[in-house]
């Protein structure tokens, strides 16, 4: 008898501590036998939607919600409710798994497993990091339980991750984009333009009209939102070619210009990249990316480069270094296509995913999600610099960017200033919303004590340390030339040609075109170069433009509009792109492509004579600068006659100081050094000028 009473004791003691398991058996349930058979059947159909093939958590969690109603108490219930949560809203998932542990700690190998996630994506690093090692305890001897056990082992470092990264947080500010476009459905994979004025994103809404059959809701679809005197405009479903009923259609990435859209779709059952072009005003039929890029495997991710001509990618096909890996391709002028994918190495790329791969327009830092390196928990966002030709070791960006849970995509704007991301926050509108991150600079050294603090105390001056107010970065170093395009005399807007020329190699870089509807073009410029730019039009002359940009200069936006002239007589331009040594006439080699352009021209209207005239400005004498820019058009002359232009169809003239864009009253108002020497530069000129036809 003693020992019976023990026996109840205990289990009493237990019932107490971990509280009293209720099953779903109708013996418990007899005084509410229509109750029972109602919840049983949710309780079913709950598992039937979690085990389905593919699983739909969101209405098995539904179902299971109807029967934990009825009764709460069951521990095999909370288990499976929590499964879902894990599934589709994490957040959600330890209040079940702990009472599942409570009312029977053995309801399944894996639950201390589950709860130490719980703790994990909470940021309770050594409460996951004690249930962790708790579950490895417990399975010891398991053989299916082994996986789960190795994984608890790298999250118990991810926890010590997240303790070291906690400690310096990132310098940001995170804020919600908004209810113009995000939804109380998921929203998320936000692509953007380099200056910020186009974001497209993919939605699980129900335009889509049909559920998808992973469980997860809606069917993918593209949205697009514009900026409008600095707000977003309302989301729009971006409809055909480009969204297709009955499957997903996703953003992985954009050209900097806004022009190329990048899709995923994974209709041949393996995942493919797609591309389309919005170059006549209308996006067109996405198509599939060549058999260099696309594989039987799985290809998720793509990033162009500023000029066009490397595109980023992410494959799980063999022979990499994990699962996902980083890859590149380069564009093949010649057989126009992508070239052989390279994988771009084990600095990046771990025994683990690398996802979500971003070049910014700068062409010199990639970011990217990954859970290797020294992630706090699932995917975290990285950063990698290209140095001398090699990337650099990623850096993880750091709380509060990167959480416990999954943060997968970041794309970054030209200025280096503002990114977007998508993100499960609390107080969003829905299960994932996208975010405006502004990045903040480097923490300014504490100010001296002030007056008033020397004021209150004079005999014991205050040391008090005033901390300055945060200042954006100083952004990128590179440029965005951004502008329209239009007739100059309509003033219509032009579908052109915009050429961006690396003016000391004598190397077109990349080649753009206008928008056809809006005449918008937008061009990226890394730091580092001299840049020619022309823009061209058939049957207008050509315009061009020249841009030096440091090393080290930091981020600038020009605008710049631009009115074609057509070929007709008396037009004329300037060739911004023909350069001379200082107080010298024989023309630099950076002129080269400059002057081929007019040489073309000069072919396509055979019967065209022109005048080059050459411009000084007013600093120095008259007649050494009427010398000066007299020699300097005769050499464009010479080098035009040299490459085959009949001497009758050229005249040269030099001006001098005479014939000012910019005169000196003008100059002279003006306060900045800088703004007086630009205006010096704009008077100092080649033009060319059409005679006759």
């Known amino acids: 008898?003693?020992?019976?009473?023990?026996?109840?004791?205990?289990?009493?003691?237990?019932g107490l501590s971990f509280g009293q398991d209720v099953p779903f058996d109708k013996k418990l349930f007899k005084d509410q036998k229509d109750e029972f058979k109602d919840a049983l059947k949710h309780y079913e159909n709950g598992d039937d939607y979690r085990h389905g093939f593919p699983p739909d958590y969101m209405k098995a969690v539904a179902e299971y919600q109807q029967a934990y109603k009825f009764n709460p108490k069951s521990a095999d219930l909370n288990y499976a409710i929590g499964i879902c949560y894990f599934?589709?809203?994490?957040?959600?998932?330890?209040?079940?798994?702990?009472?599942?542990y409570k009312l029977k700690p053995t309801v399944a190998p894996d639950i201390l497993y589950y709860i130490a996630i719980s703790y994990h994506i909470e940021g309770e690093w050594q409460k996951a990091i004690d249930h962790y090692n708790k579950f490895a305890s417990s399975v010891n001897n398991n053989p299916d339980m082994q996986p789960l056990k190795t994984d608890a082992f790298k999250k118990i470092q991810e926890c010590k991750n997240g303790m070291e990264l906690e400690k310096n947080p990132a310098r940001v500010w995170i804020d919600n984009v908004g209810g113009k476009v995000n939804s109380k459905y998921p929203d998320y994979a936000p692509v953007i333009s380099a200056d910020e004025a186009v974001m497209v994103f993919t939605a699980r809404r129900p335009d889509a009209e049909d559920m998808a059959p992973d469980g997860r809701g809606y069917f993918e679809d593209l949205y697009i939102t514009t900026k409008e005197n600095g707000e977003w405009t309302k989301a729009k479903n971006m409809g055909k070619p480009l969204n297709v009923e009955g499957q997903h259609d996703a953003t992985i990435g954009i050209s900097p210009d806004g022009h190329q859209l990048f899709v995923y779709n994974d209709k041949k059952g393996n995942g493919d990249i797609y591309i389309s072009s919005d170059e006549e005003g209308s996006w067109s039929k996405p198509e599939q990316l060549g058999k260099n890029i696309n594989t039987d495997y799985?290809?998720?991710?793509?990033?162009?480069?500023?000029?066009?001509?490397?595109?980023?990618?992410?494959?799980?096909?063999?022979?990499?270094?994990?699962?996902?890996d980083i890859y590149y391709a380069d564009w093949d002028e010649d057989k126009e296509r992508w070239g052989e994918a390279i994988n771009i190495g084990d600095v990046l790329n771990t025994p683990y995913e690398e996802r979500s791969v971003f070049i910014h327009p700068d062409g010199e830092t990639m970011y990217f999600a990954s859970t290797g390196h020294n992630t706090m928990g699932g995917y975290d966002l990285f950063y990698s610099k290209l140095v001398d030709g090699k990337w650099q070791k990623p850096v993880n960006l750091g709380p509060p960017l990167n959480t416990p849970d999954n943060d997968v995509q970041l794309v970054v704007a030209g200025n280096g200033r503002y990114g977007y991301m998508s993100s499960y926050r609390e107080g969003g509108f829905?299960?994932?919303?996208?975010?405006?991150?502004?990045?903040?600079?480097?923490?300014?050294?504490?100010?001296?004590?002030?007056?008033?603090?020397?004021?209150?105390?004079?005999?014991?001056?205050?040391?008090?340390?005033?901390?300055?107010?945060?200042?954006?970065?100083?952004?990128?170093?590179?440029?965005?030339?951004?502008?329209?395009?239009?007739?100059?005399k309509t003033k219509e807007p032009l579908k052109a040609q915009v050429v961006l020329v690396d003016n000391e190699k004598n190397e077109v870089i990349a080649e753009f075109q206008s928008d056809a509807n809006t005449g918008k073009y937008l061009v990226s410029l890394p730091g580092g170069s001299n840049y020619g730019i022309a823009v061209k039009k058939d049957g207008y002359l050509f315009h061009s433009e020249n841009f030096q940009i440091p090393e080290a200069s930091g981020f600038k936006q020009y605008k710049k509009d631009v009115d074609l002239k057509k070929v007709e007589v008396g037009q004329s331009i300037v060739l911004r792109?023909?350069?001379?040594?200082?107080?010298?006439?024989?023309?630099?080699?950076?002129?080269?492509?400059?002057?081929?352009?007019?040489?073309?021209?000069?072919?396509?209207?055979?019967?065209?004579?022109?005048?080059?005239?050459?411009?000084?400005?007013?600093?120095g004498s008259d007649h050494d600068n009427q010398v000066l820019s007299q020699n300097r058009a005769k050499s464009v002359v010479d080098y035009l006659i040299a490459h085959g232009i009949d001497k009758s169809r050229l005249e040269y003239a030099g001006y001098g100081e005479k014939q000012p864009l910019i005169p000196d009253s003008e100059i002279n108002k003006m306060n900045s050094k800088t703004e007086k020497e630009d205006a010096h530069q704009q008077n100092r000129r080649t033009e060319f000028k059409i005679l006759s036809m």
């Open 577 to 619: 792109n023909v350069f001379f040594d200082y107080a010298k006439y024989s023309l630099r080699d950076a002129s080269i492509n400059e002057l081929e352009r007019l040489i073309k021209l000069l072919n396509d209207n055979p019967t065209m004579r022109i005048e080059i005239s050459g411009h000084t400005d007013t600093r």
């Open 87 to 100: 599934n589709f809203d994490k957040y959600q998932m330890k209040k079940y798994f702990e009472a599942a």
């Open 430 to 488: 829905g299960e994932k919303d996208i975010y405006l991150i502004t990045f903040l600079g480097p923490e300014k050294l504490p100010m001296l004590s002030n007056e008033d603090n020397l004021i209150a105390s004079i005999a014991k001056p205050v040391k008090e340390k005033i901390k300055e107010p945060e200042l954006v970065s100083e952004g990128s170093n590179m440029a965005i030339l951004t502008g329209i395009i239009r007739d100059d």
């Open 1 to 14: 008898m003693k020992k019976i009473s023990l026996v109840i004791i205990l289990a009493l003691v237990a």
């Open 298 to 324: 799985h290809e998720p991710d793509a990033s162009l480069s500023f000029d066009g001509k490397r595109l980023y990618f992410t494959s799980n096909k063999p022979g990499g270094y994990g699962q996902h």
